[in-house]
């Protein structure tokens, strides 16, 4: 690894995997996975030199195949939990969510109703980012302090809040490497038709010069509008 990428890491990000037990918002099935995929992903993934997997939405497969697989593989995973949906049919309840934590995966917030934090007023800036962590740090019996911006949407106001609000670290779905100790960390999304060469092309081979030009353009965009 060159000097310049020690300090990087590469942050994995799943959604759902298998046949989706529940009905999906618009669009949502695009980051949907066969079971196979999701294994040959993992597989891959698990031999690069610096990578951070997640979960986000609180899907039943979570637990029913991620869990397994990363165990199987020793790999510790963060799970964004929409705790609005603990409980309902095809989402994780809270002996699920008790039990990726049991077996030392992390658990972070992705919110409540998986709706955009940009522009919320103060009760649903309450339900989102302190009352959906309250209760998914009450099913743990310890903190939460990471979160997963739901749609990949954010501003420097919903930062600024993120931060006064004390959470650790906070991930995005910027396709970009990260700062391994950055408080920021963009993620690359797993989606329907990727298999483990596309996200190994996407993640780890160097894009033009113009691409990343581009996709820094959008991080700074994002961050101070």
Not at 31 to 39: G, I, Q, T
Not at 91 to 108: C, P, Q, T
Not at 118 to 138: Q, W
């Amino acid at each position: 690894m060159a000097d310049s990428d020690r300090g990087r890491v590469v942050n994995v990000c799943f959604h759902g995997v298998g046949v989706p037990r529940r009905d999906l918002e618009p669009g949502e099935d695009r980051y949907w996975v066969s079971r196979d995929a999701f294994h040959r992903i993992l597989d891959e993934v698990a031999t690069w030199p610096s990578v951070r997997i997640s979960f986000d939405d609180g899907n039943a497969s979570d637990v029913e195949i991620g869990l397994p697989a990363l165990l199987a593989r020793g790999l510790r995973a963060d799970f964004f939990v929409l705790a609005g949906r603990l409980g309902a049919p095809g989402s994780l309840d809270e002996d699920a969510v008790r039990e990726l934590h049991a077996h030392g995966m992390r658990i972070g917030s992705h919110g409540m109703h998986h709706r955009s934090w940009r522009g919320m007023d103060a009760g649903t800036r309450r339900e989102e980012l302190v009352d959906a962590r309250d209760r998914l740090a009450a099913v743990v019996a310890g903190g939460v302090d990471t979160a997963a911006c739901p749609l990949g949407r954010y501003d420097r106001a919903l930062l600024s809040r993120l931060r006064e609000l004390g959470y650790r670290r906070v991930y995005t779905s910027d396709r970009r490497p990260a700062r391994r100790d950055a408080w920021l960390q963009p993620r690359f999304s797993v989606r329907r038709d990727d298999d483990a060469t596309t996200v190994r092309a996407a993640a780890l081979a160097t894009p033009p010069v113009a691409r990343r030009l581009r996709s820094a353009a959008v991080g700074v965009v994002k961050r101070w509008r």
